[in-house]
C-alpha cells in the first residue's frame, strides 16, 4: 500500500486479523509498530518478541531525525512527512507511554520468548 502522497488506511481489527492469518500461512514473518488489541494472536504464535524498548528521549530525537531525513527525502517513506505526521508520531508516541504499565503486564505472558532490547550494546549481544 501506498507511495508518497496517497491517503493512509487504517484496517479495522477483523480486517487486520484476516490478514495476519493470511500472512501467517507462509510461516515467516515480522511485524513493527503499535499493539493493537487484534494484535494478541501475533504474540501467541511468534517463535521471538523483540521489544525495542529506547528511552524516551531518543525515541523523541529519532522521530525529529526520521522526519527530517523524509523531508528532505535522504530517506525513503510511504506517507507525506508533513507537520501533522510528525505530530501523530510524538501522539502515538505518548500514547504508548501513558499505556506502557498496560503493555508491560501484557508482555509478562510472554516472558519466555521475549527479548528487550533497550541501547546499541543489548542489541549487539542479542545478535
Not at 515480522?30 to 504474540?43: D, N, P, W
Request: glycine share 4%.
Amino acid at each position: 500500500m501506498g507511495g508518497e502522497g496517497e491517503e493512509r488506511y487504517k484496517r479495522s481489527d477483523s480486517e487486520q486479523l484476516n490478514r495476519i492469518l493470511e500472512i501467517d500461512k507462509r510461516g515467516h514473518w515480522i511485524i513493527e509498530g503499535t499493539y493493537r488489541e487484534s494484535q494478541k494472536c501475533l504474540f501467541d504464535m511468534a517463535d521471538k518478541i523483540i521489544f525495542l524498548d529506547t528511552p524516551l528521549h531518543i525515541r523523541r530525537m529519532r522521530i525529529i531525525t526520521r522526519i527530517l531525513k523524509q523531508k528532505f527525502r535522504i530517506e525513503k517513506c510511504n506517507y507525506n512527512p508533513t507537520f501533522e505526521m510528525l505530530k501523530n508520531m510524538f501522539k502515538w508516541t505518548k500514547d504508548f507511554e501513558d499505556k506502557r504499565d498496560k503493555y508491560e503486564n501484557m508482555l509478562l505472558c510472554y516472558e519466555d520468548k521475549l527479548i528487550r532490547i533497550k541501547n546499541v550494546k543489548e542489541l549487539n549481544m542479542n545478535i
